[in-house]
C-alpha cells in the first residue's frame, strides 16, 4: 500500500502531470511523469485560506507521488481494483528511480488485467528508464559544478 501522503488525490496535480508531464506508453500502461519545475504554476489557484492550491496535508517531499486511473474500460469493480493493487505494489517496487516530488500518474490501458504483477512491475520500470523520463528528471535537477581551482 503506497501511504496516503504520498498519493496524488488533488485534480490540479493529475492535470499538471497529464499536461506537462513526460508520457511514456508500454503494452499495457501509460506512464505521465512531471517534475514540479516542469509545468507552470497558477498564481490565481493559490489560495491560503484552504481553497485550491498547495494543500497542508500532502507530502510535498520525502518521495514521489502516484496517481492511478483505471477506467471502467479495464473490466468491473473487481478487476480494477485487482489491477490498482498490482500497479501500487509496481511502484512500491521502483521508487528508487524516482526523485523525491515526482508526480507519476499511470493509466492502465483495457489490456492491463491480463499480465501478472510482475509483467506490470517490469513495464512501469521500463517506463521509469525511457530516455523521455530519464532527460526530465534530470533536466530539472540542479547541475554540480566542480569547484574552480585558481592557479597562482
Do not use: C, W, Y
Not at 490540479?12 to 506512464?31: C, E, Q
Not at 517534475?35 to 485560506?49: E, N
Not at 526523485?99 to 483495457?110: D, F, H, I, S, Y
Request: charged share 20%; net charge positive; glycine share 8%.
Amino acid at each position: 500500500m503506497v501511504a496516503a501522503q504520498h498519493r496524488i488525490s488533488s485534480g490540479s496535480d493529475f492535470t499538471r502531470a497529464l499536461k506537462h508531464g513526460a508520457r511514456v506508453t508500454t503494452r499495457d500502461l501509460i506512464v505521465h511523469v512531471a517534475r514540479p519545475g516542469t509545468f507552470p504554476v497558477d498564481l490565481t489557484s493559490m489560495d491560503l485560506s484552504g481553497g485550491p492550491g498547495p494543500r497542508d496535508d500532502v507530502a510535498t517531499s520525502g518521495g514521489p507521488r502516484l496517481g492511478l486511473i483505471v477506467s471502467k474500460a479495464v473490466g468491473n469493480a473487481v478487476t480494477r481494483h485487482r489491477v490498482a493493487r498490482r500497479l501500487r505494489a509496481a511502484f512500491r517496487e521502483v521508487t528508487v528511480l524516482i526523485p523525491a516530488e515526482t508526480l507519476v500518474v499511470v493509466r492502465a490501458r483495457p489490456s492491463a488485467d491480463g499480465p501478472n504483477s510482475v509483467t506490470l512491475a517490469g513495464q512501469l520500470r521500463s517506463a521509469l528508464e525511457h530516455r523521455r523520463v530519464r532527460a526530465l528528471l534530470t533536466e530539472s535537477q540542479p547541475v554540480a559544478r566542480p569547484a574552480e581551482t585558481v592557479v597562482p
